[in-house]
């Protein structure tokens, strides 16, 4: 069974542009979760959606947000940048009331 | 709300040693909790799980305890191999039924030297 999948793997963007990342679940997982990673405030929950609705969010700007297809794969985009966007950005799929399973992650570095 | 707490790293130890990493959590209800485990330039990966009180995760030689009386989920190994070099997070869930949403701990980097 294929993994999570997440593109692209790297970004480099410049402040006050947007970006869009994509993530692809195992089969047959209609929840898509998505994380921001930093250096300093470590790994934070950014939103979760199931079944093309958002289930859950975490404490982010409303610049982040999200999507999530009737195919289960998952788009977040970020608006406006900022320098402290600099991040690498995991998502995790999860069947219900199961361990969620996360992909390599998008590294996106904002110039 | 909700939290884990980690031990401080580095963790620097010899092959074939001993290891104990620990987590604490605070929490309402009855939370899953989890072990995962980041290589270099890698995403995370399920080391091991325990969903409700007593239970015992175990994968490739780690387990950690779900201690309700103790709020702790402590990952053990008896044996370090250099390839358990990586960075260890333990998280919980804040639901039964519902794992979307994990909460992290700050994570431990282990260094094994052979």
């Known amino acids: 069974k294929a993994g999570v999948t997440q593109t692209p793997r790297y970004l480099i963007k410049t402040r006050g542009q947007q970006v869009t990342l994509s993530c692809s679940p195992i089969?047959?997982?209609?929840?898509v979760s998505w994380y921001q990673q930093t250096p300093g405030q470590g790994l934070q929950f950014l939103f979760e959606?199931?079944?093309?609705?958002?289930?859950n969010k975490g404490n982010f700007p409303g610049r982040f947000s999200g999507r999530q297809f009737s195919n289960s794969r998952s788009e977040m985009n970020v608006s406006t940048l900022e320098l402290g966007d600099s991040a690498l950005y995991l998502c995790?799929?999860?069947?219900?009331?199961?361990?969620?399973?996360f992909g390599p992650g998008t590294r996106l570095t904002v110039l | 709300g909700n939290s884990v707490t980690q031990m401080e790293g580095p963790v620097t130890l010899s092959e074939e040693a001993f290891l104990t990493i620990n987590c604490t959590y605070t929490?309402?209800?009855?939370?899953?909790l989890f072990w995962y485990v980041q290589y270099p330039g890698e995403g995370l990966q399920l080391l091991l799980k325990?969903?409700?009180?007593?239970d015992k995760g175990s994968n490739k030689g780690f387990e950690a305890t779900y201690r309700k009386e103790t709020t702790s989920f402590h990952l053990e190994k008896g044996s370090v191999q250099v390839s358990d070099s990586a960075v260890y997070f333990c998280?919980?869930?804040?639901?039964?039924?519902?794992?979307?949403?994990?909460?992290f701990g700050q994570g431990t980097t282990l260094q094994v030297k052979p």
């Open positions: 995790a799929s999860s069947s219900p009331a199961d361990t969620q399973y």
């Open positions: 089969s047959g997982h209609r929840s």
């Open positions: 959606y199931f079944s093309e609705t958002q289930r």
């Open positions: 929490a309402t209800g009855y939370p899953s």
């Open positions: 325990a969903t409700k009180a007593d």
């Open positions: 998280a919980l869930s804040e639901s039964m039924g519902n794992t979307g949403k994990l909460i």
